[in-house]
């Protein structure tokens, strides 16, 4: 796996210690160079998923920190647990950063293509270090998603990108939020744009009374994280969850509204 990689792509495996989450960097030593610790880092990370994520009903799959991919059971889907992988890197290397997050990255995906469901659902890869850097963060989401689309990694994980700070119009460098941007293109792994999400809520809640400045801010806070994160979701678990929501039909429930 992957049946045909790219010929071009050097991904390079990065010792990491499973323990109360993955660490992928330095040894511990020199944790005082760091923006936070590990530990605390996926400590975080963790009461996100347990309070916002799972509590907020955020992501109808997730239970849990604990039990991730509930509610698929009609689709054969069996839960297991979030892993949490958090990438150490000194503060002053935000290339650094960024190699080691696409490496660890590839790691979880392969990952998700080796090992049971009920070993583990989904993999939230923690970098820290680039919580005060978000066009470093940006340019390493375009770096993992160019990479996973050449290898073919696609068909195995779903992308999804959170960090601290994000903001759609820094993702799209799109100022300017009118009706008639809402056909920018969309772009994996990342929030819709806010026009599109904006005719979204008009469909499904029409008189719904919210500017579209409102609209935007919730957009971009639904992708706040503790640290900068990438989400990798099993593609058979996304599968399953869209033949259940058509299988649902006209008479699905509405999406939630926070």
Known sequence: WPAAPATAIDVRRIDAAHVSGGVAGPDDDD?????????????????????????????????SAARAGVGLAAEGVRPGPVEIVVVVAPTS??????????????????ALADRDERDVATFLVVAPSLDA??????????????????????????R??????????????APERRRDKADWNIKPGHALPPARVAAYVDRWYPGHGLSEDA????????????????????????????????AAGPGRAKPNFV
């Open 31 to 63: 944790d005082a160079n760091f923006v936070t610790s590990p530990s605390e880092a996926a400590a975080a990370t963790r009461a996100w998923v347990d309070d916002v994520l799972a509590g907020r009903q955020l992501c109808p799959f997730t239970e």
């Open 93 to 110: 290397g935000g290339s650094t950063t960024t190699w080691r997050l696409a490496a660890a990255c590839f790691e979880a995906i392969a």
């Open 133 to 158: 850097d978000v066009a470093g963060f940006l340019e390493a989401c375009d770096l993992i998603e160019a990479a996973v689309q050449a290898t073919g990694a696609t068909q195995v994980a779903g």
């Open 160 to 173: 999804a990108f959170f960090h601290p700070r994000y903001e759609t119009d820094a993702v799209y460098n």
């Open 215 to 246: 609209i935007r801010r919730a957009n971009d806070r639904v992708r706040h994280t503790p640290h900068a994160t990438v989400n990798l979701l099993r593609r058979s678990q996304l599968d399953a969850a869209k033949r259940l929501e058509a």
